[in-house]
């Protein structure tokens, strides 16, 4: 509507000429809604509400007689209450663009204020405490003013005496050194860490290079095995034709031996055991002929002496059959001899060698004897009952206790 007016949200409305009057003020604040503003009898106009800022640049000196230049910002707003909104329309409605530098010229003076009742170490070193105490001081001004200041911030503090430079001369020194110190270490870890970089990649190029000689040589071994496989392979096949060749010669040497051992070996063993056993058979034989001789002749002698005492005995008693007997004794030696002649010339086999000789030496001799002793019996079967002369005796069968040998067994 034409005569509707209604305020921004940071404008303050201030209407004069109405007779009512809701403040202690003689017009009527209006903030965040609209109002009927009624022509030529009321009038109506805007203060603004909106933040604001202040740059400060002063010229102070300190508590210990040093020229400094501080350089700070205020930030600044009119009050949202209605008195301030009305401390501040009274002084600058129709000034509004003034507001800044008037703020900013009252803030400095209490900046100058403070900055003389300190040093330059504590303005350096307390910034916050400086801001703080400029606010305080310069509260009660505000207040009247109807502004609330937000913030104050000291931006920069210049020095043109060199004092703040050669106040920081040590520790900037101290930092110096230490930032060269601490660069020489940086350098020095750079240099050893680089030392070590070059070691360990000296290290991979050499196991690198290692590596590859090895696979290189591999490589050349595997072509080397490669070329000589052929050779390799006909070579193996020429040994294996070979072992093949000998266990073929061992076998046919196997056989030869074995045929050998059939064909020469063993006949002439054979006929080797064949004349051994003539030869042994000729010894016996030998040896047969002179134990026969002997055993003969001994037995002939034995058979003798009985004889003559038979024949001593029956002349003494006048036997004329023991006379008879004494005519085979007698002819006794040449039957043996005939009966060993004969035997030499017989194909005989003894099988218990000199015992077998000997029996049959006493076989020839017992049947001469068995003549005898058939004698003696018929003798004494027409004696019986006779008595023998003093120290005569009459012919034991068994003379002088002699059993009569057997003739072996031939084959």
């Given at each position: 509507?034409?005569?509707?007016?209604?305020?921004?949200?940071?404008?303050?409305m201030?209407?004069?000429g109405?007779?009512?009057?809701?403040?202690?003020?003689?017009?009527?604040?209006?903030?965040?809604h609209?109002?009927?503003?009624?022509?030529?009898?009321?009038?109506?106009r805007?203060?603004?509400?909106?933040?604001?800022?202040?740059?400060?640049?002063?010229?102070?000196?300190?508590?210990?007689?040093?020229?400094?230049?501080?350089?700070?910002?205020?930030?600044?707003k009119?009050?949202?209450?209605?008195?301030?909104?009305?401390?501040?329309?009274?002084?600058?409605l129709?000034?509004?663009?003034?507001?800044?530098?008037?703020v900013?010229?009252?803030?400095?003076?209490?900046l100058?204020s403070?900055?003389?009742?300190?040093?330059?170490e504590?303005?350096?070193?307390?910034?916050?405490?400086?801001?703080?105490e400029?606010?305080?001081?310069?509260?009660?001004?505000?207040?009247?003013?109807g502004?609330?200041?937000?913030?104050?911030?000291?931006?920069e503090?210049?020095?043109?005496t060199?004092?703040?430079d050669?106040l920081?001369?040590p520790?900037?020194?101290?930092?110096?050194?230490?930032?060269?110190?601490?660069?020489?270490k940086?350098?020095?870890?750079a240099?050893?860490?680089?030392?070590?970089?070059?070691?360990?990649?000296?290290?991979?190029?050499?196991?690198?290079?290692?590596?590859?000689?090895?696979?290189?040589a591999?490589?050349e071994?595997?072509?080397?095995?490669?070329?000589?496989?052929?050779?390799?392979?006909?070579?193996r096949?020429?040994?294996?034709?070979?072992?093949?060749?000998?266990?073929?010669?061992?076998?046919?040497?196997?056989?030869?031996?074995?045929r050998?051992?059939?064909?020469?070996r063993?006949?002439?063993?054979a006929?080797?055991?064949?004349k051994?056993?003539?030869?042994?058979?000729?010894?016996?034989r030998?040896?047969?002929?002179?134990?026969?001789g002997?055993?003969?002749?001994?037995?002939?002698?034995?058979?003798?002496?009985?004889a003559?005492?038979?024949?001593?005995?029956?002349?003494?008693?006048?036997?004329?059959?023991?006379?008879?007997?004494n005519?085979i004794?007698?002819?006794?030696?040449?039957?043996?001899?005939?009966?060993?002649?004969?035997?030499?010339?017989?194909?005989?086999?003894?099988?218990?060698?000199?015992?077998?000789?000997?029996?049959?030496a006493?076989?020839?001799?017992g049947?001469?004897?068995?003549?005898?002793?058939?004698?003696q019996?018929?003798?004494?079967?027409?004696t019986?009952?006779?008595s023998?002369a003093?120290?005569?005796?009459?012919?034991?069968?068994?003379?002088?206790?002699?059993?009569?040998?057997?003739?072996?067994?031939?084959?």
């Amino acid at each position: 509507m034409l005569f509707w007016h209604v305020p921004a949200p940071n404008e303050a409305m201030l209407i004069s000429g109405s007779k009512r009057q809701s403040q202690d003020t003689q017009f009527r604040i209006v903030t965040g809604h609209g109002s009927f503003v009624v022509p030529v009898k009321q009038k109506a106009r805007m203060l603004s509400l909106a933040l604001q800022e202040a740059e400060i640049a002063e010229d102070c000196v300190t508590q210990q007689g040093i020229r400094l230049t501080v350089r700070a910002v205020c930030v600044f707003k009119v009050g949202d209450d209605a008195v301030s909104i009305a401390n501040a329309a009274r002084r600058f409605l129709s000034e509004q663009d003034q507001m800044q530098e008037l703020v900013g010229r009252i803030f400095a003076g209490h900046l100058r204020s403070i900055i003389g009742g300190l040093t330059v170490e504590q303005i350096i070193r307390e910034r916050s405490r400086v801001a703080q105490e400029v606010m305080a001081g310069s509260h009660g001004e505000m207040e009247k003013l109807g502004i609330v200041v937000d913030a104050l911030q000291i931006q920069e503090i210049e020095d043109a005496t060199g004092y703040i430079d050669n106040l920081a001369a040590p520790h900037a020194a101290a930092v110096a050194s230490q930032a060269r110190i601490a660069q020489a270490k940086a350098d020095q870890e750079a240099s050893e860490r680089e030392q070590q970089a070059a070691a360990l990649k000296a290290e991979y190029e050499r196991d690198t290079a290692i590596k590859r000689a090895g696979f290189l040589a591999e490589t050349e071994q595997s072509r080397a095995r490669a070329a000589q496989a052929g050779p390799l392979a006909e070579a193996r096949a020429t040994q294996e034709v070979t072992e093949e060749q000998t266990a073929l010669a061992q076998r046919n040497a196997a056989l030869t031996a074995q045929r050998l051992e059939a064909e020469v070996r063993r006949p002439a063993d054979a006929e080797a055991y064949r004349k051994r056993t003539l030869a042994e058979a000729d010894r016996d034989r030998v040896k047969f002929e002179a134990d026969a001789g002997a055993y003969t002749e001994r037995t002939l002698a034995e058979a003798q002496a009985d004889a003559n005492t038979a024949r001593a005995a029956s002349l003494r008693d006048g036997n004329q059959e023991l006379i008879a007997a004494n005519r085979i004794v007698e002819n006794l030696p040449a039957l043996a001899d005939a009966a060993a002649r004969g035997m030499a010339g017989a194909d005989l086999t003894v099988l218990n060698g000199t015992d077998g000789v000997n029996q049959i030496a006493a076989g020839i001799a017992g049947q001469a004897l068995a003549i005898l002793r058939s004698l003696q019996h018929s003798t004494a079967a027409s004696t019986a009952g006779a008595s023998v002369a003093p120290g005569a005796s009459a012919v034991d069968p068994n003379v002088h206790g002699r059993p009569a040998p057997r003739l072996p067994n031939r084959s």
